[in-house]
């Protein structure tokens, strides 16, 4: 008995020492439903001002997918002057959609995660946190290998050929090199420290990165049309589509552009979560956003035009650099490659942050709030990235990436149920406690904690696309309805939830559907939580 007795006594103890850090002074515990990160940030930690934002979206527009729009816009028969429209046009609805997005977590500073559970339900919020964390932890992984990409080319530079030319001892079924493994850990080893950061201390590190990109970007255009003395004739290249072939290639691009950036849209509340003030973001994300995107798409249109007779068309900052230390390893080759490089890590070691590990960090806390907050989740979320050797994915699965570039088909209802559910359900209004109670007395437990409203808006707002969808990915798209369809994917799946769900809603409304009352801290103390999980449990049982 005894010995029972203080292996019991080990257990609770070890349990409450694995528990989540509460702030000091703190008049709450972690639940079931609540933790330091996922109740509204209180005021001391609203710290993010109009320049932070600023800088976040620098970092977040200034990256591969704005660079490399050009390439995939001309590979659908659109001249360069229909690729910068459409870039123009998509950068603009990205704006629109960040702000709407971005608008809860100012007004009310819960993120993403949290706000799951007011459309889906108490428990059927982890299905769009489950899709998040799945898409976040995959996009960690890949984000990681180009950061040690980076750092391949910076390592490069300064050892010179005996690392640019290293031997590959690994077999060719590895599908990764010795040089790329060496700088993948290193740039594991320096990005994983920065997750200790908490996101409302992140400003300055963002700030510094910024302006590193900027210079990186601007400085490889100067050089490649001061290298080519123009630029180029790649720039001069024409519409090679024409009629209705090419305006729905060109739909197709506005809306596979806006799905690329429909994600991390999608989690603005996870920033906007810690503005000082509740317009604090709106510069960052209604100017800075399109003109960041558009000034890269413009830059790399540029720079690859400008590239293209010496090193051929390479839509990708990081493989031209590789290009031109493969080609020249002199001292000025390394040096401009060595800050290029540079550039891009800083680049690199933001987006991780940025895109992945604070939102996906939140996602996982969401699944067990007492033991796992977002510093907790972001590691967590990193070793699962490392353990699927991304590298496999990125150099020889062509149809996964190409079905991970096309996850929008599922994401943009999930957008569409967001922004019906804050704006016509909610009237922007919320009960902010019943967001952390998991039981029935709750106005967002629904039918047994699941809103039944969204699944169906959801469901609606998938179907029609996943023919046009399996087909894309299969490569057999050949211009039928169902392709079409597909062609507006990213339109469709936010429209018809979007409106679908608020139908639902006045043909069966609920009680405490509006009105709103303020997190109460000391509704979630332990003997909260003591009530809530037994009223929990009756419900599981029924």
């Not at 149920?417 to 007395?441: A, C, E, M, P």
Request: proline letters at 4%; a positive charge; aromatic letters at 14%.
């Amino acid at each position: 008995m005894a010995v029972e007795k203080n292996k019991s006594k080990a257990a609770v103890h070890w349990t409450k020492r694995l528990e989540c850090p509460v702030d000091e002074n703190a008049n709450y515990h972690n639940t079931l439903w609540c933790n330091r990160d996922l109740i509204p940030i209180p005021p001391e930690r609203r710290t993010w001002t109009w320049v932070g934002y600023f800088g976040y979206w620098i970092i977040a527009g200034v990256n591969p997918t704005a660079w490399a729009a050009g390439s995939s816009l001309l590979a659908l028969g659109l001249s360069v002057g229909q690729a910068m429209g459409t870039v123009v046009g998509a950068s603009l609805f990205i704006a629109i959609l960040s702000v709407v997005l971005g608008w809860m977590g100012s007004h009310h500073y819960i993120g993403f995660t949290v706000l799951s559970r007011a459309s889906w339900g108490i428990l059927g919020s982890f299905w769009p946190i489950l899709n998040r964390v799945v898409t976040g932890t995959v996009w960690m992984g890949i984000q990681l290998y180009w950061g040690g990409q980076a750092t391949v080319i910076i390592l490069s530079a300064i050892i010179g050929p005996k690392f640019a030319y290293m031997k590959n001892t690994l077999p060719e079924s590895a599908n990764v090199t010795t040089q790329n493994l060496v700088g993948f850990f290193i740039f594991l080893f320096i990005f994983a420290p920065t997750l200790l950061v908490r996101p409302e201390h992140l400003q300055m590190p963002f700030r510094v990165a910024f302006v590193m990109i900027v210079s990186t970007i601007f400085g490889l255009l100067i050089w490649a049309l001061c290298d080519a003395h123009g630029a180029g004739t790649l720039i001069h290249t024409g519409a090679v589509a024409s009629g209705s072939v090419l305006s729905w290639n060109t739909v197709f691009g506005l809306q596979s552009f806006v799905g690329a950036y429909g994600t991390g849209c999608m989690g603005q509340s996870d920033w906007t979560r810690y503005a000082r003030t509740p317009n604090a973001a709106l510069f960052g994300q209604a100017i800075t956003a399109p003109l960041a995107i558009c000034i890269t798409a413009l830059v790399g249109l540029l720079v690859t035009s400008a590239t293209y007779d010496k090193y051929g068309a390479t839509w990708n900052p990081l493989l031209l650099l590789l290009q031109i230390q493969q080609q020249s390893m002199s001292p000025g080759a390394r040096a401009g490659t060595f800050f290029a490089g540079l550039g891009i890590f800083a680049s690199q070691l933001s987006l991780c942050i940025v895109l992945n590990s604070v939102a996906a960090g939140m996602d996982l806390a969401a699944l067990c709030p007492k033991f796992i907050n977002i510093r907790r989740g972001s590691y967590i979320l990193t070793v699962i990235a490392v353990a699927s050797c991304p590298w496999t994915y990125v150099s020889t699965s062509s149809i996964f990436i190409k079905v991970l570039s096309s996850w929008s088909v599922f994401l943009s209802p999930m957008t569409g149920i967001f922004v019906s559910d804050y704006f016509l359900v909610r009237k922007q209004q919320f009960h902010l406690s019943d967001l952390y109670v998991g039981n029935s007395t709750s106005a967002y437990w629904y039918t047994f904690g699941l809103n039944w409203r969204a699944v169906v808006a959801w469901a609606f707002g998938l179907w029609p696309l996943l023919p046009g969808f399996v087909r894309n990915v299969q490569g057999v798209s050949s211009g039928n309805g169902w392709d079409h369809i597909y062609n507006l994917s990213y339109f469709y799946g936010f429209l018809s939830a979007f409106l679908l769900y608020r139908t639902l809603f006045y043909l069966a409304p609920m009680e405490r559907q509006t009105g709103s009352s303020p997190f109460l801290l000391e509704h979630h103390r332990d003997g909260a939580l003591d009530s809530s999980s037994s009223q929990f449990s009756k419900h599981a049982e029924v």
